[in-house]
């Protein structure tokens, strides 16, 4: 079985579904509210679980009831949580969420705890693969990058500046159009694959500059695209861990995406495994 070791956020999400997003300054009312747990970090390691790999989680939350309500479902799927540390001084990230009936969504994320996450205190654990993204300190995910020996992924999301060595370092590096756009040239310090999401386009895969594969995403009734590139970042790393080629790797990541967008929420729509493999 494939190891996996994430280290990232923990949010609980509130999250209003709304008729359209509101301009700068409207309210709108009308809307009716989910609470779901999600932060990119545990959305991620919850999706390599769902896909069969052994997961453990490196996180940081506050001493409340909201991680409680945050970890729910990464403690019921089995995801280790052994070093999921607690700060006291801290609440648990709590992200606000609008989702129109379309699936676009914004997010606005109060990190709380996710800010504070170090290894300093922690023995990193050995896996096959490590996947990053940029919910919690630039440092943390620096260092973490540069002490660990197997598959490293970073998603860059959000995307804001970081140390050249996290892109560098990385084997390969998720973005979405949007991200790529930010990024720009620098997605060329990547010294392995970039794979860029399109959304309802899908996504493609590069090498040194040069794409090495193209897929469509599947056609969905797509309702909540929350969490849904964590699932392409889970999902791609788990299979090209498993040595899968990278063209089937992409569409089999591309699938557990759309698949994701069907089901409002982040985590309660994660697939398995054997739902993937149907749509393929
Ligand atoms: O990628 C989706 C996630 O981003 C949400 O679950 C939310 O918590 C934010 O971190």
Known sequence: MTDILVIG????????SVSRLP?????????????????????QALAARRLGANVKLIACVGDDATADEALALVRAGGVDLE?????????????????????????????????????????MPEADALICQLEVPGATIASAASTFAGFFCVNL???????????????LVVVNETESAWYGERLSLCNGMVATTYGKAGAEL??????????????????????????????????LVEQMNPADALR?????????????????????RKEIDARL
């Open 83 to 123: 070093h999921c540390m607690v700060d006291a001084n801290e609440p648990t990230g709590v992200a606000l969420i609008s989702v129109t009936p379309s699936g676009e969504n914004h997010i606005v994320v109060a990190p709380g705890a996710n800010a504070r996450l170090t290894l300093d205190n922690v023995d």
């Open 9 to 16: 956020s923990v949010n609980l999400d509130l999250s209003a």
């Open 252 to 272: 089999f990541a591309c699938t557990a995406a759309s698949v994701a967008t069907t089901i409002r929420g982040a985590q309660p729509s994660l697939p398995s």
């Open 23 to 43: 301009a700068p300054g409207e309210t709108i009312t009308g809307a009716t509210l989910g609470r779901f747990p999600g932060g990119k970090g545990a959305n």
């Open 206 to 239: 590069s090498l040194n500059g040069k794409n090495i594969a193209r897929t469509d995403a599947l056609l969905v009734n797509a309702i909540d695209a929350t969490g849904a590139g964590d699932v392409f970042t889970a999902a791609l790393t788990v299979a």
């Open 157 to 171: 999301a959000p995307a804001r500046d970081i140390d050249k060595s996290i892109i560098e370092r990385a084997d």
